[in-house]
């Protein structure tokens, strides 16, 4: 008999936990309803069109991280049940730009998405399933009943045990039917980059631009167009040598001469969907791994041998003298990372892994999906896309923060920095005199931030998600991303944009005031238990913006169940919550059991009412009972 477990606020008795909550629970599931499909030539779909079909529905949106980390975990998934297995991507956009139907469009061509996309611009469907959290995923059964939900990350092998169960099921009462589902893909489009990311002047006097989609990097002359060379087959991987392959490569940053003698190459590529750093010969176009073991971090060590620390999603890279190394914008878990190439080393810089906005010692601070870097001097700047802020790192490691306001207020104004507004932008560079230029992505601007007054200003409007620039001769040339080309679009003076500001439309999350429980709810897979080890199996952190908002309940513990008291006075706020579970198969006589780590961080938007709910579920795996 399964030893009995505390998960959120109930106790799991039942070895077989998936088939008897769904067996309890017979919830139908919600009609899709939005703006429009893509991937599917045309056609809309109804629910009543999957019957007989396992229907997994994906809620993401194209700016978030662990969206993009959950496309290529359910990858293998759709592959291995091609024939009775739907999954439905549901877009729910966080941002303005996110809701144009074209760049929804662009995103499903640019992270290969290979499965129905319905837009739903409104959050039609994400309010209809009750849906709290970028990523959320949804399993409906051949009968059109939802059987399981799951936030986050790491629930693999979860899935591919509950579809499993519901096929078998379904499959014996005759409900299943198996062949082609509605994915119909798009025609293929040829362009001398495809997506381009970042971009690097070579002391060559030529560009380097790494080439996403493409999955490669590219040598230019400075005119931005002629080709030197291609570094990479095209084909997505991580082979190193003469011959390499990439996945989605991002940031490139140059080593100082005398550490590119030592170490043998001359530039560190983030090999962002690998979770690798790659090292490059600009000689030979030779490429190496140099950090990374090719898993995406989880949990554990950050600090150790290169070869031995997983990374996760790396988006860009620097060499900043202060620190010694190449920081590593750690998008994945919200952190700064350090690369040390002469000691083959990996280290932990700042951040807490919480996604946020919060200043001070590096190493208590919050970031929130950096993707830009540009070292000037004693100065790091970021930028941080999901909280549309500009900030910068001293050489005494204190976070300070130039433009943004939080994760969830963004839009197009320039003026004083302390008003002024960014919309996801994903590039940084250094520019003479102190200033910096920001690659403003989902304002399609450039905008430019100048420390001496204070003051914002925009350069260039009209460039097509602009993810990073560099200064050649003086000029500012721009990755035109979703133009698939470099740029150069600043003219001389700067515009002034009044601009609006805007703030996610997510519906907040309705409690009472003084003490509400918040329930992480999560079920371990059939055939697994927590694994408690090497101590606790679930880890819970939570905090607020503003801090104040929370009297009680803040900080970390080991319980998925915790009791917040909410102070007095305040009517809105944000609960920022970070829970992980950990479970391993439930079997004595297998000497190496396997494991996974389901992780999930929610930026929680709250509404405070007298006569609210007391009780707030957040789902990371399985049904609330409680509701």
């Known amino acids: 008999m399964w030893t009995p477990k505390r998960v959120g606020v109930r106790v799991v008795l039942d070895r077989d936990v998936t088939t008897a909550q769904r067996r309890r629970a017979r919830v139908r599931a919600p009609e899709l309803v939005g703006r429009g499909w893509l991937n599917t030539g045309g056609r809309d779909i109804r629910l009543a069109d999957l019957r007989g079909k396992v229907v997994l529905l994906d809620f993401w949106s194209f700016c978030c991280i662990n969206c993009l980390h959950v496309l290529d975990e359910l990858r293998p998934l759709e592959a291995e049940f091609a024939d009775v297995l739907v999954t439905v991507g549901v877009h729910s956009p966080k941002f303005v730009h996110e809701a144009e139907p074209a760049a929804l469009e662009a995103a499903v061509e640019r992270y290969e998405v290979e499965h129905p996309v319905l837009d739903d611009p409104e959050l039609t469907t994400w309010q209809n399933y009750a849906v709290k959290a970028w990523p959320t995923l949804v399993l409906v059964d051949p009968e059109g009943y939802v059987v399981h939900v799951a936030s986050g990350e790491g629930h693999l092998d979860a899935l591919r045990q509950i ?145 031995a620390i997983d990374l996760t999603s790396p988006w860009d890279v620097a060499w900043w003298e202060p620190a010694g190394g190449v920081v590593v914008a750690m998008a994945g878990n919200h952190t700064l990372g350090l690369f040390k190439p002469r000691e083959r080393r990996v280290e932990r810089l700042a951040g807490t892994t919480v996604e946020g906005l919060h200043d001070g010692p590096a190493e208590e601070a919050f970031f929130a999906q950096t993707s830009g870097l540009a070292a000037d001097g004693d100065r790091l700047w970021l930028v941080d896309s999901e909280t549309s802020a500009l900030r910068w790192l001293d050489a005494d490691r204190t976070v300070h923060t130039a433009i943004g306001k939080g994760l969830f207020d963004f839009g197009h104004r320039d003026g004083p920095a302390d008003q002024a507004l960014l919309q996801h932008p994903l590039g940084v560079t250094a520019l003479p005199g102190g200033q910096v230029a920001i690659a403003d992505t989902y304002n399609g601007a450039i905008r430019r931030y100048d420390p001496s007054t204070g003051e914002v200003s925009t350069l260039a409007t009209d460039v097509a998600e602009p993810s990073d620039a560099v200064l050649v001769d003086g000029e500012l040339v721009v990755v035109a991303s979703a133009a698939h080309r470099l740029e150069r679009p600043v003219a001389p003076g700067a515009k002034l944009v009044s601009g609006e500001a805007h703030q996610v439309r997510r519906p907040p999350s309705v409690i009472a005031s003084g003490e509400v429980e918040v329930v992480v709810v999560f079920t371990p897979p059939t055939g697994q238990k927590l694994d408690d080890r090497f101590g606790p199996s679930t880890r819970l952190e939570i905090t607020s913006s503003p801090p104040g908002l929370l009297v009680e309940g803040a900080g970390v513990g080991t319980d998925l169940v915790r009791v917040l008291r909410v102070a007095e006075g305040f009517a809105e706020g944000v609960l920022h919550v970070v829970a992980q579970a950990a479970s391993c198969t439930d079997d004595p006589a297998v000497e190496h059991p396997a494991c996974t780590l389901a992780r999930q961080d929610w930026g929680v938007p709250i509404r405070v009412v007298k006569d609210g709910p007391r009780r707030l579920p957040l789902m990371m795996g399985g049904l609330d009972e409680g509701i």
């Open 163 to 307: 579809v499993s169960e519901v096929v078998a099921e379904h499959d014996a009462k005759g409900t299943l039917h198996r062949g082609d589902g509605p994915y119909v893909a798009p025609p293929p489009r040829e362009t001398e980059l495809r997506f381009p990311a970042k971009a690097v002047l070579t002391g060559h006097n030529t560009l380097l631009v790494s080439d996403s989609a493409h999955h490669g990097l590219v040598e230019l002359e400075t005119d931005g167009e002629t080709v030197v060379r291609r570094i990479g087959t095209g084909e997505r991987g991580r082979r190193d040598g003469l011959e390499p392959t990439f996945s989605e490569p991002a940031g490139i940053a140059l080593l100082p001469a005398d550490v590119a003698a030592e170490v043998g190459y001359h530039a560190v590529v983030a090999d962002t969907v690998n979770h690798l750093l790659r090292g490059l010969d600009l000689v030979t176009g030779e490429v190496t791994t140099v950090a990374g073991t090719g898993e995406q971090w989880r949990d554990g060590d950050t600090d150790g041998p290169a070869d």
